[in-house]
């Protein structure tokens, strides 16, 4: 910065000197066009450092500007809740359909089947892998075999019925 200022000040005193020395000529005109194009010399030496910062700018991709920022975590948290809310409602989802299937298919109430989903995310897609059927009320005599049959080969995971 200082090396900066010292730089300006000796271009505006060089130029002010050489401005002095010009001669007038008729209407002052060869000191007129010295005095201009010093003007423009200094003004370009003020505004060279806004050429490195703008390039610099340009440089950035979003990544680097949101570290600068310091919304890089705050957008990784929300990326974080994002999915793990999706995940939720990915099982939600699951365990209603396997109770809905359940009932079609087996004739088993809604309200004697719950259904537990283990779940996680891979590759941004929904993987399940565990289905726990837990059968109360008179839908505990129903074979649990073949629940557990039906419900692995119709999800592609291991499935537990309890009751």
Do not use: W
Not at 29 to 47: E, Q
Not at 58 to 82: I, K, M, Q, V
């Amino acid at each position: 910065m200082r090396e900066y200022l010292m730089n300006v000040i000796g271009a505006s005193l060089l130029v002010g000197v050489i401005s002095i020395l010009a001669p007038e000529g008729e209407g002052g005109g060869l000191r007129r066009y010295v005095s201009f194009i010093g003007a423009l010399c200094v003004l370009a030496l003020l505004i060279s450092p806004l050429g490195e910062l703008i390039s610099y700018l340009g440089g950035l991709s979003e990544d680097s500007f949101d570290a600068l920022t310091g919304e890089s975590e705050a957008r990784e948290n929300y990326e974080n809740r994002y999915n793990e809310y999706l995940l939720s409602l990915g099982k939600e989802n699951v365990a209603v359909g396997v109770i809905q299937l359940l009932e079609e298919r087996f004739d088993i109430p809604s309200d004697e089947c719950h259904v537990k989903v283990s779940a996680e995310e891979r590759d941004g897609e929904l993987y399940i892998e565990n289905v726990t059927v837990i059968l109360s009320g008179k839908s505990l005599f129903r074979n649990p075999y073949e629940i557990e049959k039906y419900i692995s080969e119709l999800l592609g995971c291991e499935c537990t019925v309890i009751g």
